[in-house]
Nanobody, 124 residues
Framework: QVQLVESGGGLVQAGGSLRLSCAAS????????MGWFRQAPGKEREFVTT????????GYADSVKGRFTISRDNAKNTVYLQMNSLKPEDTAVYYC????WGVGTRQSDEYDYWGQGTQVTVSS
């Protein structure tokens, strides 16, 4: 069992930055691939980024590539999402998720555990 708690969301102006954190419980965190997804009002949840269990492999949605960076600290059971050059279209609830398939995946149905989400609002 893994419990995930996101933090770091908030209101920021376009062009600004935020860093989200996702703290995980459980001693097996390092075995899981982690991902970030987001859901804007009236839209379906979409993939943002994923990182393998070791941190050696990452993947990004085209919409955030070059602006967002995922990282993890297995000693702290935490995964991070650094978001730079934020745009109003990045406004959404951001969720972190854990997948027992440790290589990382863009498919939401392959994730076993989800956090409660944190709101990110980017003003123009």
């Amino acid at each position: 069992q893994v419990q995930l708690v996101e933090s770091g969301g908030g209101l920021v102006q376009a062009g600004g930055s935020l860093r989200l954190s996702c703290a995980a419980s459980g001693r097996t965190f390092s075995r899981y691939a982690m991902g970030w997804f987001r859901q804007a009002p009236g839209k379906e949840r979409e993939f943002v980024t994923t990182i393998s269990w070791s941190g050696g492999s990452t993947g990004y949605a085209d919409s955030v590539k070059g602006r967002f960076t995922i990282s993890r600290d297995n000693a702290k059971n935490t995964v991070y999402l650094q978001m730079n050059s934020l745009k109003p279209e990045d406004t959404a609830v951001y969720y972190c998720a854990a997948a027992s398939w440790g290589v990382g995946t863009r498919q939401s149905d392959e994730y076993d555990y989800w956090g409660q989400g944190t709101q990110v609002t980017v003003s123009s």
